[in-house]
């Protein structure tokens, strides 16, 4: 009988259901489909010889073979990765970025440039998305370290971010029913906005939901209705929009992992503080 081979990347898969709650949230976490996952599963069950999860409610539940597999998984993705890491060519080492969308064209050259000034030839690779999704990168074990949009009081706030209304030249406020753009959920920016035209006794109408900031610049431009968006996108062909009312700026947080090193952590710190300084 052959031995059975543990692959890394069906682990990853394993080790992702644990700390994310399920193979559906697994695979958004990991940017793979839900079948490809369950098939990461399928086959570490033939490896193994045993089922590692089973369904439970809306979820799944680790059997007694998961657990012992999922605590190996563990403990050979930690090994592997800090061989990756201690063996990584000395004039660049890479570290795994997870970014928000919002003012990537920015976010890239600060933290490259910031990377530039150390010691060791420290490059990154970016991966960007939505802040919700951003936001728990690094304790999901999927990147080293997250730069996302958050509540003024998150633990890792580096500085704030003004908000503002946008929308195309051409458009005005209506007299009646406000049109407005939205991300869907989950989203940062969608409470205040819609707290912020309630308080002010604005009638609206939400227009667009958008999955991704491309989605939402495209309704903008169109002229469909006005989004708020933090002052660090990039809004060629969107004005602000003065007559809707002002809305608290947002925080820009970095969350680092514990096995960055202290020279690297500043670094990225002092490169994602630049945009709240030019924001």
Same mark, same amino acid.
């Given at each position: ?9 069906? =682990? ?13 949230? $697994? ?24 089922t590692?999860?089973e ?8 059997? %007694? ?30 570290l ?7 003012g990537? %064209? ?28 951003v ?21 890792d706030?580096?500085?704030? !971010? ?40 604005i %009638?609206?109408? !939400? ?16 002229? !469909?209705?006005?989004?708020? =968006?933090?002052?660090?996108? $990039? ?6 929009? %003065? ?5 608290? $700026? ?30």
């Open positions: 009988m052959s031995t059975p081979i543990l692959d890394i990347v069906p =682990l990853r898969s394993v080790v992702a259901i644990a700390r994310c709650g399920g193979v559906h949230r $697994a695979a958004e976490a990991l940017h793979l489909t839900q079948s490809t996952v369950s098939a990461h599963l399928r086959r570490l069950e033939k490896s193994t010889g045993g590692i999860v369904k439970a409610g809306r979820g799944v539940r680790f059997t %007694d073979h998961g657990s012992r597999l999922l605590a190996h998984a563990q403990t050979i993705l930690d090994a592997h990765d800090a061989a990756v890491h201690e063996l990584s060519s000395p004039t660049t080492r890479t795994s970025v997870a970014a928000t969308e919002h990537a %064209d920015r976010l890239i050259p600060a933290l490259s440039k910031a990377f530039g000034t150390l010691p060791g030839g420290w490059a990154a690779h970016f991966r960007f998305d939505r802040s919700a999704q936001a728990n990168a690094v304790e999901h074990g999927l990147a080293d370290v997250s730069v996302f949009l958050a509540a003024a009081d998150h633990p706030a580096v500085g704030p !971010i003004p908000l503002h209304w946008y929308a195309a030249r051409e458009w005005a406020v209506p007299e009646g029913t406000v049109p407005v753009l939205l991300f869907d959920e989950p989203c940062v920016l969608r409470s205040p906005a819609t707290a912020a035209l309630r308080r002010s006794g %009638d609206y109408a !939400i227009a667009v939901e958008a999955a991704n900031l491309a989605g939402l610049y495209s309704a903008a431009r169109s002229g !469909i209705g006005a989004t708020l =968006l933090p002052a660090i996108d $990039a809004t060629d062909g969107l004005v602000p929009v %003065d007559a809707l009312p002002a809305i608290p $700026a947002i925080t820009l947080a970095v969350t680092v992992g514990p096995r960055v090193p202290p020279a690297v952590r500043a670094a990225v710190r002092r490169g994602a503080a630049t945009l709240t300084a030019a924001g």
